[in-house]
């Protein structure tokens, strides 16, 4: 990557291309991030970490984005972590930041052990799948990190030390599957769950739900799988693949969380740089992402959105008409990126992607 | 064998007279002469030539663990008088406030990586800053520390594949959440295990688990440690 330059930037300087909500998206995360670090400079506890996740932690803050949070406790339990997680719910308020949503997913103190060790099975609530891919795929934490970078890495590493095929398979091929599969199950999960608060909800702000799942939603899932297919695929991948034949862990551990510390629209951007991805695919991918983020920023259209949710109200919505106007391009153009262009990433994702 | 010994600090707190009276009876020939309390180190630096350390093959003085700008230089002279003129001095990173005082220890210097409560000294990026201001400095390695900072040994085996040529001691412990280093109990002997091979067999092994109040003896421990350090085949880091 050229010094100073995002993969993002790269590509819309060569495809001379101009994404202004994009841009304005970033800025607005970066003082958003400042905000938030100001907010919460004088915390010192190795063994908790504010996390947020969301529009902050995917670069995309727009004018009405809510913040998603938690306190992640990776160590012993004490009395004092409800003192610490109530100054947070009040920093916040004090802030003026959006509450989270009502799903009892964020906004409170989450254990380590939970999102570690329970990977699969009838612990694996939905709650915990989402908290702990979205660790993995959009979060940031506020302040001091160390908790937050030690549970992450374990996460990581139980994806890498339990996939025996990843390991020890007699193929060329080093796709971690496991992990692979278990984003592909938390992505599925959305999509029915989207279907199940449409019921549960009375379709409340049924039609924001739906443009997030048809972009940003996806788009997080689309990077997971990047980050998976690039551990096969990526030159600076090439030590953790020569590691693995060893036996040695720690090269693939480390590559994946610098991968997934970059924000879900940078992944894309890199597979559209370093692969045999069309500029046809590349503008269009991020065409339609750039008008996405401009109509989530633009309050009117936001608050039509949030309020749309009968037939009739949604075929009057122009902002509605929007988000399919620019969400059939981006679903098109990503199944041209992983199924029609470059030839190892359609094999791959033909070999893992489906079965 | 690896040399496998005692920080006398672990055995007597306070009392390294009687910490290596312990150890001479057990046949143990490493040692690491505790000063982490700055009360202790002058009384320590003192006595060394009274000390019988003859049966020792390697030891080292630990230098106080806790103190601040205005002690620092007193520290350094009282580490630099003659009597200490022939023991590695194992130093914690955050209290090298004056990094060209400490250059005058040159190779008997030893710098340890850090637990999770310090800010500094963690991880290979931040013992990196040290040492580019110690060039000629050692790594104290403490695996208890490394694993307590991240469980999975990523950073410790990468702290071992940074700083390894500069490898000259090693410390071993549990090092539980409150930062209180235990007796080594079974996940760590696992976690430990799995960096063990980038561990040269000849370089000196200092146990601090504190076992001065009977929580364990001085022969499991260096049971344990032994076991914590084995390794089926030799790796290159």
Redesign the interface.
């Known amino acids: 990557m050229r010094e100073g330059q995002s993969s993002i930037e790269r590509l819309e300087s060569r495809l001379g291309a101009d994404w202004a909500a994009i841009r304005k998206a970033r800025e607005d995360t970066t003082s958003r991030r400042q905000d938030l670090d100001h907010l919460f400079r004088d915390r010192n506890s190795?063994?908790t970490s504010v996390v947020v996740f969301g529009s902050v932690a995917r670069q995309e803050v727009t004018s009405s984005s809510d913040l998603d949070w938690i306190l992640l406790v990776d160590?012993?339990a004490v009395p004092e972590h409800k003192k610490q997680e109530r100054e947070i719910e009040r920093a916040l308020a004090a802030g003026k930041y959006i509450e989270p949503g009502r799903s009892g997913v964020f906004g409170k103190m989450v254990g380590s052990h939970g999102l570690v060790h329970n990977i699969g099975g009838e612990d694996d609530l939905n709650s915990n799948t989402t908290r702990r891919v979205l660790l993995l795929l959009e979060s940031l934490p506020v302040s001091n990190r160390?908790a937050y970078?030690?549970v992450r890495?374990?996460i990581?590493?139980r994806y890498i030390e339990d996939d025996r095929g990843l390991l020890y398979a007699s193929g060329a091929v080093r796709v971690p599957r496991f992990f692979l599969n278990d984003l592909t199950r938390y992505w599925r999960t959305v999509t029915v769950d989207f279907v199940y608060k449409q019921r549960a909800d009375d379709d409340h702000k049924w039609a924001l739900r739906n443009a997030k799942l048809r972009m940003s939603r996806k788009l997080v899932f689309a990077a997971g799988l990047l980050h998976c297919f690039f551990c096969h695929l990526d030159e600076e991948a090439s030590a953790a693949r020569a590691g693995l034949r060893?036996l040695?862990?720690?090269p693939l551990?480390?590559y994946l969380e610098d991968q997934l510390s970059k924000p879900p629209l940078e992944i894309i951007a890199e597979a559209c740089l370093n692969l045999q991805i069309s500029d046809v695919t590349s503008r269009n991918l991020f065409n339609s992402y750039d008008r996405f983020l401009g109509i989530l920023d633009d309050k009117g259209k936001r608050a039509e959105l949030a309020g749309a949710h009968t037939h009739e109200e949604l075929r009057n919505s122009k902002a509605w008409d929007e988000v399919r106007e620019v969400s059939r391009p981006f679903h098109e153009s990503l199944i041209s990126l992983f199924l029609r262009e470059d030839e190892n990433l359609k094999n791959l994702t033909l070999e893992y992607g489906v079965f | 064998m690896r040399p496998i010994g005692f920080s006398t600090g672990a055995l007597a707190r306070g009392d390294f007279r009687r910490a290596l009276r312990l150890l001479q009876n057990h046949h143990v020939h490493t040692v690491e002469l505790s000063a982490l309390r700055m009360d202790e180190l002058e009384p320590l630096v003192t006595s060394l030539p009274d000390l019988d350390l003859q049966n020792f093959t390697f030891t080292s003085i630990h230098a106080p663990s806790r103190f601040d700008l205005q002690a620092e230089s007193g520290v350094i002279q009282i580490l630099s008088s003659p009597q200490a003129a022939d023991y590695p001095i194992v130093v914690h990173p955050d209290v090298i406030f004056t990094p060209a005082l400490w250059r005058r220890f040159g190779g008997r210097l030893l710098i340890e990586n850090m637990d999770k409560r310090k800010s500094v000294g963690r991880t290979v990026a931040e013992l990196q800053t040290v040492f580019d201001l110690l060039p000629d400095a050692k790594f104290c390695f403490d695996i208890g520390h490394a694993r307590q900072v991240d469980p999975t040994m990523t950073e410790a085996a990468f702290l071992l594949r940074a700083f390894g040529e500069r490898l000259a001691e090693v410390h071993i412990s549990e090092v539980n959440t409150a930062s209180r280093h235990d007796p080594i109990s079974l996940n760590a002997t696992s976690a430990f295990q799995r960096v063990a091979k980038w561990i040269p067999q000849d370089i000196p092994v200092i146990l601090e688990p504190l076992i001065d109040k009977g929580q364990s003896d001085l022969d499991t421990e260096i049971r344990r440690a032994r076991q914590a350090l084995q390794f089926e085949r030799p790796a290159a880091a």
């Open positions: 190795p063994d160590g012993s160390e970078d030690r890495r374990q990581i590493r060893e040695d862990l720690n551990t480390a």
